[in-house]
């Protein structure tokens, strides 16, 4: 068996859409002498993220991604069924149950609303306009 430190580390790549607070975590966690990862790359859906600031800080490379694609040409379909579009974290509520749940988040990480689940026979159907910045 490989021991994955010192120069066996795995690179990794972190998806962030936010304030970086998973990320410090992660970067604190490869800094470990035993850590078996090497954090190479940070990606984003918000060039904004403020936790792109933190990953330079520690001379991680960034890359907001989403935006480049999406004006390569490809399709808000494609992108949905590709991507998860810059979500980094999700609840699947029933719609009812909302407000209840609101009252578990700080104001500085209030849910909101993506999407629902319906039953049909397409696997993704776009209702409205979709943003692909903040």
């Not at 933190?54 to 480049?68: C, D, E, G, L, M």
């Not at 694609?69 to 009812?96: A, D, R, S």
Request: aromatic share 10%; net charge positive; proline share 1%.
């Amino acid at each position: 068996m490989v021991q994955l430190t010192g120069n066996n580390l795995i690179s990794t790549a972190v998806f962030i859409s936010g304030n970086g607070k998973n990320l410090k975590s992660l970067i604190n966690f490869a800094k470990k002498k035993l850590s078996p990862i090497k954090i190479v790359l940070v990606v984003s859906s918000d060039k904004k993220a403020q936790g792109l600031n933190y990953a330079k800080i520690n001379n991680i490379k960034t890359q907001s991604i989403f935006n480049w694609i999406k004006n390569q040409g490809v399709e808000n379909y494609e992108m949905l069924k590709t991507f998860n579009c810059g979500v980094g974290f999700c609840l699947i509520i029933n719609y009812k149950n909302l407000n209840r749940v609101k009252k578990f988040f700080s104001k500085e990480y209030q849910p909101y609303i993506i999407g629902k689940i319906i039953s049909e026979k397409k696997k993704i159907k776009i209702d409205g306009k979709i943003h692909w910045q903040k």
